[in-house]
């Protein structure tokens, strides 16, 4: 309650901050120092929880338990190295950097009630507090008439499904009387009301929507595509993590006794996002369209973590948020370096710029999977739990297939970067506060592939 509290303090101390400093990079330093306070916040409530204890909050609308307060730790460390990577693009997008910032803090209120959440309207809450600042941020370049077309797809696609999402609560709350979900009556039934199964294929279409699970993909690649590069990488890594995050608590908390009833739809939707995900995602030539596309591939691997409803498959989840956020982020920090974004884009890259070659190799690895890094560590968690849950194998083996297929167009920006004659042309000079952001993302990748437990703490 702390972070939730201290997160929508402090975006509206950086909304005011942005009004009344000028300076660009002055507005880039108070964010930053906002962000390692809300940071020690989560962690001075990390510090004074007690293992293995849960508390709840208004009337048990909202539980604060050990897991909750360690994702939001690490979604707030995970914003922190976001800003310090791409702070510098961030200021370049318009003129009132101030609030751009400000709606990342909103959009951490929203993951914090996400993560807590007991009651169905903190649910649709939390949902809309990360929903409605990305809808702005896609649209603030205003010089490009893409950011805006972009900005009014994720606003249509996003209203239609938060329709969806009210009429699943509403046909819930029909059919029990009761928003809270650790008591819906349905849980000791033998057969399901009619109403609380379409309820439920109604949230589960939602919550697809929301991290772009397939066939409900298909606003993400114009939408990333068309938003500002440094917008996009928080869209396209903590703001899913969120989403998953109560997609997984909801369907864990309220519907695991039922889990014979939706969990073969969810497994046909994981194994259709892989599908469309990864195939579609060969045939791009532009590295971040490419990107775009590998999110709704990496959203079909942490589908796993719903599908399998077992403690392992929470384990999954934090690792796999982590580990695929840090890659990403690294990344569009490394695509942001450079003026083209295509796959030519990258050509001669290690010849120019070795390190920065080098470090976008473990990206590119763990985004892949490969053993070593963090990628490889967070599929396996995720097969893991699948194979634990008796009849997924199925699944099991066509995302290892997918994943193979994953190794074709990840493995395309190596060949640019260091078989490709070419000279590649960057925005800029790489500072050495740069290069070092980078080499630290890459440790963390390889820290995270080496000892994934560092993210695991007793009690999780």
Known sequence: MKAIIAATILGIIMMYAGFVVKEKKSVLS????????????????????????????????????????????????????????????????????????????????????????????????????????????????????????????????????????????????????????????????????????????????????????APMHFWTPDVYDGSPTPFTAFMATIGKAAAFVGFIRLFHTSFASVSGSWTMVLAIITAATLFVGNITAVFQQSVKRMLAYSSIAQAGFMLFSVVSVSALAWQGLIVYAVAYTVATLGMFAVLLKLKDYTFDGFNGLAKKEPLLAFVTTIFVFSLAGIPLTAGFMAKFMMLQAAMSQGNLMWLVIFALLMAAISAYYYFRVIIAMYFKTGEAELNAEVSGTDKFLLVLTALIVIAIGIAPQILLPAGI
């Open 30 to 213: 108070i964010a930053i120092l906002l962000f390692v306070l809300l940071l020690g916040v989560n962690v001075w409530e990390l510090g004074t929880a007690e293992w293995g204890v849960s508390k709840s909050l208004f009337n048990f609308q909202i539980i604060i338990s050990p897991f909750s307060i360690w994702f939001n730790t690490l979604m707030t460390a995970a914003t922190l190295l976001y800003v310090l990577l791409m702070g510098n693009d961030i200021i370049k997008v318009g003129k009132h950097v101030g609030e751009y910032f400000a709606l990342f803090f909103f959009i951490l209120v929203g993951t914090f009630m996400l993560s807590s959440f007991n009651n169905m309207l903190i649910m649709f809450l939390g949902i809309e507090i990360i929903s409605i600042p990305q809808y702005i941020l896609a649209g603030s370049d205003k010089r490009n008439l893409k950011s805006s077309e972009a900005s009014l797809k994720y606003f249509l696609m996003g209203a239609f499904s938060t329709g969806i999402l009210l009429m699943g609560i509403t046909l819930i709350y029909g059919a029990t009387g009761e928003f809270n979900v650790s008591k819906f009556s349905f849980m000791q039934m033998e057969h399901l009301n009619p109403l609380v199964l379409t309820g439920i294929l109604f949230l589960m279409i939602s919550f697809a929507f929301k991290v772009s699970a």
